[in-house]
């Protein structure tokens, strides 16, 4: 297994690098960028463009350039400014040297500053994690600990009442999107024609620093209550349903027949037996569940509920084209990613440990 973790480690380097390539050429070839976006804001900027630029970039660029702008909307802008503010986004190097220069700086977690929030990278990452994880984490705790069990029990009782009034409760889970159950809880509870139980903005109220150890954790979980509800309200069906679909057909299998010929207990099958064989195609899907509920499948809820998070992080920066920003999340996004499915396999073995990764090659 080691051998099998070491090289997985290694393969993440080339995996980074590819992944960081096509997005980079993507992102270089759609239309529109910060440069433009920069000359768009310019009418009405006044002195404010000036100090935004720095008076070292407009000294460096003093010797006025008459080369035409190949950039649309720079008609009538005095090329000089453009260098500047090319200069200023490092839009004056060519694309292979910004792309080799920017892997140089994610080698040691250097992720820039963002080019419109005048912070660093990183920091922006570290103010929205707790968010994103707060979210993610619970819902992917609850999401999982309400879907298996719940699809394990529609498998052993498929056809009965149960298994059809819960698959009509799972229908109207996958049907509607978490973000209008969000906007429901809202109307029901927080405020909005009902209710108004639980708060909208932010993970803490005011003076959370003064609260004891319980009034915090009670106030965290008070200021969590809706938005996970939305999220696991949305996002345990296809989980559900995955769970029983699994374990239905490891029921229908030969052994399942010959070890109840021999006497064992339904129990015995199923948890001896059936459950480690079934369990592996839902551990499979683990990674990438975890990756859209902590980052993209969030957004909206992130929005309603007012929590600044890194799934709207990520979408205001490709909205305003802050390339820093959304590469340095990709970046991370993309890390996480691959050590979450790494980490997946490794629970293959927990779940069935006559899978053997030692014995593949490459």
Sequence with gaps: MFNYILRRLLLIIPTLLGIMLINFIIVQAAPGGPVEKMMAQLQGMGSDLDSRLGSSSAESM???????????????LDPDLILRIEKMYGFDKPASERFFEMLKNYMVFDFG??????????????????????????????????SIPLGIKKAISDGSRFDIWSSSVIIVGYAIPGF?????????????????????RGLTSSGFEDFTWYEKIADYFWHLALPITANVIGG???????????????INKQYVITAKAKGLKDNQVL???????????????MPSALITIFFTGSLLIEVIFSLDGMGLLGFEAAINRDYPVMFGTLYFFTLIGLILKLISDMTYVFVDPRIDFDSREG
Excluded: C
């Design 180 to 200: 209008l159950f969000a906007v429901l809880l809202i109307v029901l509870f927080a405020g909005g024609s009902y209710l108004d139980w639980f708060p909208l």
């Design 113 to 146: 500053d963002s080019f419109f929030r005048d912070q660093a990278v990183i920091d922006l990452v570290i103010d929205k994690l707790p968010v994103s994880i707060s979210l993610g984490l619970w819902s992917t705790l609850l999401i999982y600990l309400i």
């Design 62 to 76: 003093s010797t006025p350039s008459n080369s035409e702008s190949t950039y649309r909307g720079a008609q009538g």
């Design 271 to 285: 948890y001896g037996h059936i459950f480690r064989n079934a369990m592996l195609i839902v551990i499979a899907g």
């Design 236 to 250: 345990f069906a296809t989980l559900t349903m995955l769970t029983k679909n699994s374990f239905m057909d490891e």
